[in-house]
């Protein structure tokens, strides 16, 4: 757009333009920050992971469960998590790691973190449009604003430091939008497709982008329905292989406590709603007025792919499936980018108030009026960014409580004498929320742990019985047979607590 604004470039001469870079350089370039942000995000997460403590929730270690039981030919999906492929091609090869395999998945979920900030800010830089020459800064404004707007999604601070997958989803997807408007559908369709390896409201973008992309690049025509193919492949089969059902991660879905009760519709519009306060919804409804009045393609295209992801979840709830609130922060951000391309807009004295008509003597306050509304956007927004503060100091020391947490149980196992041990003393139980990292610590699929201590103990086979108390482990047999009662007996243990 800011080559329209300033004259079309005409193709009688394919001389660089003075001052500018050959193409050859151009690219080194663009490589090379491209490296030193990726290495930058990456360094960024280790010090994070670090400083924190944090450590991955149940569905994560439920992740790494399967890398780990590939390795030993005993991959089972048929218990909880849900079977996500994305994940799985990373906790595959970090199982090679052994116990580091915790540390490097939660790096790896924490850099999907910030790329998703730095590609918010790049999307919405790019669709701020162009700029009066004096405000070249508001394109960067706005990206500022998207990129620190989006770690500010409610539930955003807690998916993170549990090292959940919807964060590095949500990059995936900016990155497509971004490399879309950069002339690159070839990159934006693959970051589809990964994204689609987690999330299935995906499927519908893969599907769409992929149709246009088969009838605009002839050299993908062979590598498009390969790729669908795939997606549907690996979502599929590895779970019939593995699991007592080829649609074993739906049917896990189906019927949870994150169901909604009641209309469906409304239900998942009013989950979709809460993820941000009213200001930032505000700031998004004008954002579209604005883009329908300016015919702008680009930001009503954005727009319709959130909706269409909303659409889809509510499809999803009238099935029966959950349409959790975290199912939605990918168009939630998607909306944080409209607005901020808002704030660039109003902060540009962009050259489209010129369309107004409006008398002269109104020309400096339509120009200075956008700034002005910009501040009035920023005060109303304290109130929303006091909440994710006290989110974060919230959830800042839980995360901490819960890493030093496991880490004692990684630690009680191995002073026992490793999974194999605890295993042939009897079946492993603990209570809800703490099975997956006990079998992952214990080498055991997730749905072989017994999350009830009690009816493990009452059915009278041996049970090992790990039980959490202040932030500690408490180690106890039951049912043992004589034979084997004086060899278990060492397991009971206490660990420290505190």
């Known amino acids: 757009m800011a080559a329209d604004a300033a004259g079309a470039r005409t193709p009688a001469s394919d001389k660089p333009e003075a001052g500018s870079l050959p193409s050859g350089v151009r690219l080194a370039w663009l490589t090379t920050v491209s490296a030193l942000l990726a290495a930058a995000a990456i360094a960024g997460a280790i010090v994070f992971v670090d400083a924190t403590g944090m450590r991955p929730g149940f569905d994560a270690f439920g992740w790494m469960v399967w890398g780990h039981q590939v390795l030993y030919g005993s991959l089972n999906t048929s218990g909880a998590p849900s079977w996500k492929p994305l994940t799985f091609l990373f906790t595959l090869p970090y199982a090679l790691f052994g116990h580091t395999q915790v540390w490097l998945w939660s790096v790896t979920s924490v850099t999907g973190t910030i790329a998703a900030g730095v590609f918010a800010g790049r999307v919405a830089y790019r669709l701020t449009g162009p700029v009066l020459p004096s405000r070249r800064f508001a394109p960067f404004v706005a990206g500022a604003f998207a990129g620190v707007a989006v770690m500010g999604i409610q539930t955003w601070p807690h998916l993170v430091l549990i090292a959940n997958s919807d964060p590095l989803v949500v990059a995936l997807l900016l990155a497509a939008i971004d490399a879309h408007l950069c002339g690159h559908p070839r990159w934006a369709f693959a970051a589809i497709v990964l994204a689609s390896l987690d999330r299935p409201e995906s499927w519908a973008f893969a599907g769409c982008y992929g149709v246009w992309l088969f009838w605009t690049d002839r050299r993908a025509r062979i590598v498009v329905p390969l790729v669908l193919l795939l997606i549907g492949a690996v979502w599929f089969v590895s779970p019939g292989l593995t699991s007592k059902s080829w649609f074993s991660a739906g049917d896990l879905a189906l019927n949870q406590h994150t169901a909604i009760h009641g209309s469906k519709i409304l239900g998942v519009l009013h989950r979709w709603r809460t993820l941000y306060e009213l200001p930032m919804q505000l700031a998004f409804l004008v954002g579209v007025a604005v883009a329908i009045w300016r015919r702008d393609r680009r930001l009503l295209g954005v727009t319709a792919a959130a909706l269409l992801w909303v659409i889809v979840e509510i499809a999803f709830a009238l099935h029966g499936w959950s349409a959790a609130s975290r199912y939605l922060i990918e168009p939630a951000a998607v909306c944080i980018v409209v607005a901020a391309a808002l704030v660039g807009q109003l902060l540009g004295g962009a050259p489209w108030v010129s369309q107004l008509r409006a008398p002269g003597w109104m020309s400096p306050a339509l120009r200075w009026g956008g700034p002005v509304l910009v501040v009035v956007l920023g005060v109303s927004l ?48 603990t209570i809800p929320g703490t099975q997956s990292t006990l079998a992952w610590a214990v080498g055991l699929n997730v749905g072989s742990i017994s999350n009830h201590i009690g009816r493990a103990i009452d059915k009278g086979l041996p049970v090992v019985a790990f039980t959490p108390i202040d932030h500690g482990w408490h180690v106890r047999i039951y049912n043992q047979p004589a034979r084997q009662k004086a060899r278990c007996a060492r397991l009971k243990t206490n660990t420290v607590t505190g």
Do not use: E, F, T
């Open 382 to 429: 304290i109130g929303s960014a006091r909440l994710r503060v006290h989110d974060w100091r919230y959830d800042l020391p839980l995360a901490h409580a819960n890493g030093r947490q496991n880490r004692r149980l990684i630690a009680v196992v191995d002073r026992l004498g490793g999974g194999a041990v605890i295993r042939s003393c009897g079946g492993p139980a």
